[in-house]
């Protein structure tokens, strides 16, 4: 059974930077492509960061040069480093997997906050 944990959320100052983290278990996430996802409160769920069993990341336009994701195969985790937050990031964050079905984290809260 995929489950996915995500963490690493928290209140923080805008210009600040937090590290989300998504542990996978029930699956090796080497050969699979992950992205980070956010939901803020009363909008959609979008696509915030992607990355491809190559190893390939693509962006949103208002996260890039700000926000890098990567994956760490040994650990069998995903990881979110966001920098220069801004308060239009705050949402609920995602990670997310699609590999024989969809499979999402519980989110994590990210509010930047003065």
């Known amino acids: 059974q995929v489950q996915l944990a995500d963490s690493g959320g928290g209140l923080v100052q805008p210009g600040g930077s937090l590290r989300l983290s998504c542990a996978a278990s029930?699956?090796?996430?080497?050969?699979?492509?992950m992205g980070w996802y956010r939901q803020a409160p009363g909008k959609e769920r979008e696509r915030v960061a992607y990355?491809?069993?190559?190893?390939?990341?693509n962006y949103a336009d208002f996260v890039r040069g700000r926000f890098t994701i990567s994956k760490d195969n040994a650990e069998n985790t995903m990881y979110l480093q966001m920098n220069s937050l801004k308060p239009e990031d705050t949402a609920v964050y995602y990670c997310?997997?699609?590999?024989?079905?969809?499979?999402w984290g519980q989110g994590t809260q990210v509010t930047v906050s003065s």
């Open positions: 997310n997997l699609a590999f024989r079905g969809n499979y």
């Open positions: 029930g699956i090796n996430i080497r050969p699979v492509a």
């Open positions: 990355i491809s069993v190559f190893g390939t990341t």
